[in-house]
């Protein structure tokens, strides 16, 4: 069984930054940032396969990067020049498997997912 326990949400101001944190128990291979905001469907943020290899949605390019700790066992997602456009809950996602099930963006590729953090951007 795979746990996820996501921390490091909070209230900022536009163009700043935040440090979400996924921390994993179990066997988790390929994870995932995904967010969603009031009123719209979840989305993918970020992910990070197995081999290491990254993705992001394209609003987030080049303003968030996704990395891991293998031995912390730890997801981490840096956000900078945070807009107000980013408020949503964002939610930490697994996958149980080496092997990518589906799209690295598509939601049903992973399998576990944490009770999400929230991120409050204001302007």
């Known amino acids: 069984q795979v746990q996820l326990v996501e921390s490091g949400g909070g209230l900022v101001q536009d163009g700043e930054s935040l440090t979400l944190s996924c921390a994993t128990s179990?066997?988790?291979?390929?994870l995932a940032w995904f967010r969603q905001a009031p009123g719209k469907e979840r989305e993918f943020v970020s992910g990070?396969?197995?081999?290491?290899?990254?993705y992001y949605a394209d609003a987030v390019k080049g303003r968030f990067t996704i990395s891991r700790d293998l031995a912390k066992r730890t997801l981490y997602l840096q956000m900078n020049n945070l807009k107000p456009e980013d408020t949503a809950v964002y939610y930490c996602?697994?996958?149980?498997?080496?092997?990518?099930?589906?799209?690295?963006?598509?939601?049903?590729?992973?399998?576990?997912w944490g009770l999400g953090t929230q991120v409050t951007v204001s302007s």
């Open positions: 996602a697994a996958g149980s498997s080496p092997r990518l099930r589906g799209s690295v963006s598509t939601a049903t590729t992973y399998d576990y």
């Open positions: 179990g066997s988790a291979f390929n």
């Open positions: 990070i396969v197995w081999s290491g290899g990254t």
